[in-house]
C-alpha cells in the first residue's frame, strides 16, 4: 500500500503476515504508525489494496474504502485510550455493545470469562484513573478481544512502563497468544520488544522496508551494514577473508593484526573486504595473559559502564562486550584483555 501523510512523507510497502505476532521496528517518523492507521481505516492510502482474511478493506483502484468502524480491528494506543468515567467493567461493557452482539447471556459469561483471563476480575470496579500502568494494559487488552476483532494492532505497548511492568507484559502477551487466534502486528522502536515477542520483523525507515522476515533471520542476519549498525547490538569490523574452505565449512577473516576462524561463506572469494558483524553478547572476555589463543585477540580497555543486563565493556577500534558483574570483577585487573570472537558467531558482510 502507499499513502502520504504529508507532502514531505510517503508510505511505500508490502506487508504479508500471518497468524502469530509481527513487529514493525524502527525510529520514531519511519512510518510504523501510520502502517497502523492505513489498516484500521483512520488514513486513506493515496493507492494500493489492503486485505484482511481476505475481506478487502481498501483498494485504490476501485475505490473501495471500508470506514474504520466496520473493520473490527482491535487497537491498543499508546495511551490505552479506556473511557475515564467508566470502571474496567463498564468498558469490556461498552465494547461488546458496540461490536453488535445481542446475546445477553452470552456477553455477561465472555466479559466475566476476559476478567478473569486477564487477572482484571477484583479490579472490575474500578476506573481508569486508579489502575496501574500495568492494569490498564491488559484493561485496554481485554476490552479489544471482547469485540472478537479480525487482527490486533498495539502501537507502543510497553512505552512508558518500568522494567518490571514491561517484563509482566511480556510474559502476559505470550501466554494469551493461543487465546488471541488472531494476527498480532506490533509498533515499537524498542529493540527489547522485538526479542522477547516477534515472531517475523520488518525493519522500517522513511516509509520503506529495509528488511523483513523472521525474527532470527532478521535480527541474527541484518543485510546491510547501516542495518547492523542501526540495531545497535552488533560490532561492525572491517575485514578481508583470507582464507575459504568449504570441505571443512570454514573461513578465515584478518581483523586488526589478527585472524579468526568462521564458517564457510558461499558466494565469496578470497580478498574480498567486507565487514565482520558479531553480537556484543556473543563475544567473551579473558584475563590477558600474554598469550591469545583461535579468534582471541589482545585489546585495550576504554571504558567499563553499568547497564540493565550487567557490564558493557567499551574497547579500542569502537568494539564492544557485555560480561555479568561477576565475571567484571574478575576481569578489571587490567588495562588489556582477551576478546574471543566464537566461530559460530562470525556473520560476513560484504561491501
Request: aromatic share 6%.
Amino acid at each position: 500500500m502507499a499513502a502520504r501523510d504529508s507532502e514531505a512523507f510517503e508510505l511505500n510497502i508490502h506487508l504479508r503476515t500471518g497468524p502469530g505476532i509481527t513487529v514493525l521496528f524502527g525510529p520514531s517518523g519511519a512510518g510504523k504508525t501510520l502502517t497502523l492507521n492505513c489498516i484500521a481505516g483512520f488514513t486513506h492510502p493515496d493507492e494500493g489494496r489492503i486485505l484482511v482474511h481476505d475481506a478487502i478493506f481498501f483498494d485504490g483502484a476501485t475505490h473501495v474504502h471500508i470506514p474504520a468502524q466496520h473493520r473490527r480491528c482491535g487497537y491498543i494506543f499508546q495511551d490505552h485510550a479506556l473511557f475515564p468515567h467508566m470502571t474496567v467493567r463498564e468498558n469490556l461493557r461498552f465494547a461488546m455493545a458496540a461490536s453488535g452482539s445481542n446475546r445477553r447471556l452470552g456477553r455477561h459469561r465472555r466479559i466475566n470469562e476476559l476478567l478473569e483471563a486477564f487477572e482484571l476480575t477484583e479490579l472490575a470496579a474500578r476506573k481508569p484513573a486508579q489502575l496501574s500502568g500495568g492494569q490498564k494494559q491488559r484493561a485496554a487488552l481485554a476490552r479489544i478481544l471482547v469485540s472478537e476483532p479480525r487482527l490486533l494492532l498495539l502501537d507502543e505497548p510497553t512505552r512508558g512502563l518500568d522494567a518490571r511492568l514491561r517484563r509482566t507484559f511480556y510474559d502476559f502477551l505470550q501466554k494469551t497468544r493461543a487465546r488471541l487466534q488472531v494476527p498480532v502486528l506490533l509498533v515499537t522502536h524498542d529493540l527489547s520488544d522485538a526479542f522477547e515477542l516477534a515472531d517475523s520483523v520488518c525493519l522500517m525507515d522513511r516509509g520503506r522496508f529495509l528488511q523483513s522476515g523472521s525474527r532470527e533471520a532478521v535480527l541474527g542476519r541484518p543485510a546491510t551494514v547501516e542495518i547492523a549498525r542501526s540495531l545497535g547490538i552488533y560490532n561492525v569490523i572491517p575485514t578481508i577473508i583470507t582464507a575459504l574452505d568449504p570441505s571443512r565449512n570454514t573461513s578465515r577473516l584478518k581483523i586488526l593484526e589478527s585472524e579468526v576462524e568462521g564458517p564457510y561463506l558461499p558466494g565469496h572469494l578470497i580478498g574480498d573486504r567486507g565487514f565482520l558483524c558479531v553480537r556484543e553478547s556473543e563475544v567473551r572476555v579473558h584475563v590477558s595473559d600474554n598469550r591469545s589463543g583461535q579468534n582471541e585477540i589482545v585489546l585495550h580497555v576504554l571504558r567499563a559502564a553499568c547497564t540493565s543486563s550487567g557490564i558493557r565493556i567499551s574497547f579500542e577500534h569502537d568494539i564492544c562486550a557485555s560480561v555479568s558483574e561477576g565475571e567484571w570483577e574478575q576481569l578489571r585487573c587490567g588495562d588489556q584483555l582477551r576478546v574471543e570472537i566464537p566461530r559460530t558467531a562470525v556473520y560476513f558482510i560484504g561491501k
